[in-house]
């Protein structure tokens, strides 16, 4: 697991004020907004000592850190956002909580960088549901972070961004798939001598107000061998037969 830093003392200090009092696990997640598994194996393996967050590396990263970024810069670019609050930063993804395997997998990856699991927060009355970590790493992850919505400002990466995404770009689809994409069934009417005949076949959407991550969509599904064409301004189409075989053998339908 790459691990940037470790909660904050004052996380720990409530955990740890609430272990003798009788309370479980799943409460104190609850009331310290610490992730039960933690609350879990800080019961049973002490606490961390803390240490200063390791410097931000990414040329040094491995094959597995490479692909995981790709991986959540994708979702990143799609349904996530980088803003200070107070002296710390925070990210925060939004996910829809009919598509619980990408609500994990989104969790896993961002737990992967911070050693700790985001916070969960559904909106009353919705499906949304808001993943939420706070570290110094965000906004060195992601330098595009901005004031703003993403499509009213420029998307450019950096040199080291770049190079990941061009390595892994099955894994920055995915991600982009799994934040703004989707997988439905063209279904249409053929009048044949004996009758109407209905053909349906699959095929995937990417939508996106940026015109710059539409670019960098594109410019992944090129390298992936991956058949895209426009169906509008903000919609990207992929209907090719081997091209939608080639997107469900690492994406697939969401779950």
């Known amino acids: 697991m790459f691990v940037s830093n470790v909660k904050s003392e004052e996380s720990r200090n409530a955990v740890r004020a609430l272990l003798g009092s009788g309370l479980s696990d799943y409460e104190i997640a609850r009331r310290t907004g610490v992730g039960r598994s933690t609350v879990q194996t800080w019961r049973h393996r002490g606490f961390p000592v803390p240490t ?15 692909k995981r970024y790709a991986y959540l810069f994708g979702i990143y670019l799609g349904d996530g956002t980088v803003s200070r609050h107070g002296k710390h930063f925070g990210l925060q993804v939004s996910l829809d909580t009919a598509h619980p395997g990408i609500v994990e997998e989104c969790s896993d990856a961002i737990e992967f960088f911070t050693g700790s699991e985001p916070g969960r927060w559904i909106r009353p009355g919705t499906s949304c549901l808001s993943l939420s970590s706070y570290g110094s790493i965000w906004p060195e992850m992601f330098p595009q972070h901005g004031p703003g919505k993403k499509h009213e400002r420029e998307i450019r990466l950096e040199g080291w961004q770049q190079a990941t995404v061009e390595e892994f770009p099955k894994a920055l689809i995915r991600g982009l798939i799994h934040s703004d994409g989707s997988r439905c069934l063209n279904t249409f009417t053929v009048e044949l001598k004996d009758g109407p005949r209905e053909y349906s076949y699959p095929r995937y959407f990417f939508t996106n107000y940026s015109a710059d991550i539409r670019r960098i969509f594109c410019e992944a599904c090129d390298r992936a061998g991956i058949r895209w064409s426009r169906s509008n301004w903000r919609n990207i189409s992929i209907s090719h037969r081997r091209s939608v075989a080639l997107l469900d053998s690492f994406v697939g339908p969401k779950s």
């Not at 200063?52 to 490479?66: I, K, N, S």
């Open 52 to 66: 200063a967050p390791a410097p931000f590396q990414p040329e040094r990263w491995d094959e597995e850190v490479r």
